[in-house]
């Protein structure tokens, strides 16, 4: 900046250029003392310096700069000066500007003369860094609060309204439902009397009335300068900040999640914001199906358990004084009704256990553990008619992770469908059944060499009531279905290397 090596031209022309840039910009020479500084900068020093200090003028030039700003010694600003004076390196840093409620971006030049300073005001960075920083905690404690399973569904909306009233700066979160064009306050976290939970009024009265309009969030920052003055909802209410969303479960209208305020907002949300909320009103929306999902298996649960108290009761009983008789009926006689008679009775039988275990049961599966698939396999057969069969194991030892009761019910249906169409074919010496992990160790299969099914119906077998066996009730490879897709495992039927039936089943866990 000296005389000495620059014209008076030359001089004013770089003054002229460094006036023109938005950034701030001053020298200093080697006492600490300004030589020059732009017009940005002169506003920057000036804001910050003693009355006193500061030329009739407004001008700065001659100042010294650490006597002329009160408290500047402790500042970031003085270190790091100083630092690129004593190194003779430039220093570049960030740091707050309270006098101007600015944050800049400091680069620091140093030389022998002493230090060229630019200031550029990076306030608007730092602003959307603290937003995004604030979004980042925001959506942390909401997944917090969503995944809290100790806590009911309308605590969590509670939790999530407190969560966005601290968000947006706004004292009133409420979910509300609209049922016969009144709007009822489900669950509320809010300071207005009106939004309190339990409060109703009429949807006319409602800022929510034309939320439920729009595809997308409505938003208003100013309600007397948007419109609202006359509006029922705004002379009831006196909103002048509002967001809300609509809130859906199955497709159908519940109501509306929105926050507000009863003065102005005086800047719009932002699109981080109004992403929250529609975030908001979908986990709402998500929770309400859940429940209502939950609410109806609840309520399906009572009448299956209701079925089953009267499949147990009222026809177990009749039944088993009906085998009762057959087998008296048996010691009297030698007819050749008594046998059919003794198989239909049998058959029923089954098939009120099969309808039970489907009615209470399902395919649900309680605790996964390790399970040795080989000697499970071998325990069902014990317990199976199997009419002169016989099982046979691929390996010695194959362990996945099941819940050994399940997988046992599922072994013990196969190999009861195995052997009741064995016997059905005519000259069947029994049906032998063999049990072994699938070549990729992805799964495992049972398998028989009975007259396997036609590849046509290998998709039907697993539907309810179906069956191609004259004595089959239809229901046992349902339950095999059922309790492959609890485990999350996925079962086809196919043909074995004999002819006969293969079912193998994928997606198994091993320990």
């Known amino acids: 900046m000296s005389d000495r090596r620059r014209s008076p031209s030359a001089e004013q022309d770089?003054?002229?250029?460094?006036?023109?840039?938005?950034?701030?910009?001053?020298?200093?020479?080697?006492?600490?003392?300004?030589?020059?500084?732009?017009?940005?900068?002169?506003?920057?020093?000036?804001?910050?310096?003693?009355?006193?200090?500061v030329g009739a003028d407004g001008s700065v030039e001659g100042c010294h700069l650490w006597?002329?700003?009160?408290?500047?010694?402790?500042?970031?600003?003085?270190?790091?000066?100083?630092?690129?004076?004593?190194?003779?390196?430039?220093?570049?840093?960030?740091?707050?500007?309270?006098?101007?409620?600015?944050?800049?971006?400091?680069?620091?030049?140093?030389?022998?003369?002493?230090?060229?300073?630019?200031?550029?005001?990076?306030?608007?960075?730092?602003?959307?860094?603290?937003?995004?920083?604030?979004?980042?905690?925001?959506?942390?404690?909401?997944?917090?609060?969503?995944?809290?399973?100790?806590?009911?569904?309308?605590?969590?909306?509670?939790?999530?309204?407190?969560?966005?009233?601290?968000?947006?700066?706004?004292?009133?979160?409420?979910?509300?439902?609209?049922?016969?064009?009144?709007?009822?306050?489900?669950?509320?976290?809010?300071?207005?009397?009106?939004?309190q939970a339990g409060e109703s009024c009429p949807l006319d009265e409602a800022y929510c009335k034309r939320t439920i309009e729009r595809e997308q969030l409505l938003t208003v920052v100013d309600a007397s300068d948007e419109g609202w003055?006359?509006?029922?909802?705004?002379?009831?209410?006196?909103?002048?900040?509002?967001?809300?969303?609509?809130?859906?479960?199955?497709?159908?209208?519940?109501?509306?999640?929105?926050?507000?305020?009863?003065?102005?907002?005086?800047?719009?949300?932002?699109?981080?914001?109004?992403?929250?909320v529609e975030l908001l009103t979908r986990w709402v929306s998500y929770e309400l199906e859940r429940q209502r999902a939950a609410d109806r298996l609840e309520r399906e649960r009572d009448r299956l358990d209701e079925f089953a108290s009267v499949v147990s009761h009222d026809l177990r009983n009749p039944l088993t004084t009906a085998r009762g008789r057959v087998d008296l009926l048996a010691d009297d006689c030698d007819s050749e009704h008594v046998e059919p008679v003794q198989r239909a009775l049998s058959r029923m039988e089954t098939l009120i256990e099969n309808l039970l275990m489907l009615a209470r049961?399902?395919?649900?599966?309680?605790?996964?553990?390790?399970?040795?698939?080989?000697?499970?396999?071998?325990?069902?057969?014990?317990?199976?008619?199997?009419?002169?069969?016989?099982?046979?194991?691929?390996?010695d030892e194959f362990e996945l992770r099941a819940d050994e009761p399940r997988l046992r019910q599922l072994l013990e249906n196969l190999f009861r469908n195995a052997v009741e169409h064995g016997a059905a074919e005519a000259g069947s010496d029994g049906v032998t059944v063999t049990v072994g992990p699938l070549a990729d160790g992805d799964g495992f299969y049972v398998a028989d060499d009975g007259p396997g099914i036609p590849e046509d119906e290998r998709e039907k077998v697993f539907e309810s009531g179906y069956t191609t066996a004259s004595g089959g009730t239809g229901f046992g490879l349902d339950i095999v279905s059922q309790i492959a897709d609890g485990h999350g495992w996925e079962v086809r039927a196919t043909e074995s290397d004999e002819g006969g039936a293969r079912f193998e089943f994928t997606g198994v866990e091993r320990p």
Request: overall charge negative; proline content about 4%; hydrophobic content about 35%.
């Open 14 to 53: 770089l003054r002229t250029i460094l006036d023109r840039m938005a950034d701030g910009f001053f020298a200093l020479d080697a006492e600490w003392r300004i030589s020059f500084a732009n017009d940005r900068g002169r506003e920057i020093l000036r804001s910050a310096m003693r009355d006193d200090a």
């Open 229 to 276: 003055v006359g509006d029922p909802a705004h002379e009831t209410f006196g909103l002048e900040t509002y967001i809300g969303g609509r809130v859906e479960v199955d497709g159908e209208r519940f109501g509306t999640l929105c926050f507000a305020d009863t003065v102005p907002r005086g800047e719009p949300f932002t699109e981080t914001q109004q992403t929250f």
């Open 67 to 195: 006597e002329s700003i009160p408290g500047s010694t402790e500042t970031v600003f003085h270190d790091e000066y100083h630092r690129a004076m004593e190194t003779q390196e430039p220093v570049s840093f960030d740091s707050y500007y309270e006098p101007l409620d600015t944050w800049f971006e400091a680069r620091a030049f140093p030389s022998d003369e002493g230090l060229s300073v630019y200031l550029r005001d990076v306030t608007e960075r730092h602003e959307l860094e603290r937003q995004q920083r604030e979004s980042l905690r925001a959506i942390q404690r909401l997944y917090a609060v969503s995944s809290d399973n100790d806590r009911t569904f309308e605590a969590k909306v509670e939790a999530i309204l407190a969560l966005g009233c601290e968000y947006l700066d706004v004292p009133n979160g409420f979910l509300t439902r609209i049922d016969d064009e009144t709007q009822h306050v489900e669950v509320s976290h809010a300071e207005h009397p009106l939004l």
């Open 361 to 395: 049961e399902g395919g649900g599966v309680d605790e996964v553990g390790r399970v040795d698939l080989v000697a499970l396999a071998g325990d069902a057969w014990e317990t199976t008619d199997s009419r002169g069969g016989a099982l046979r194991t691929a390996v």
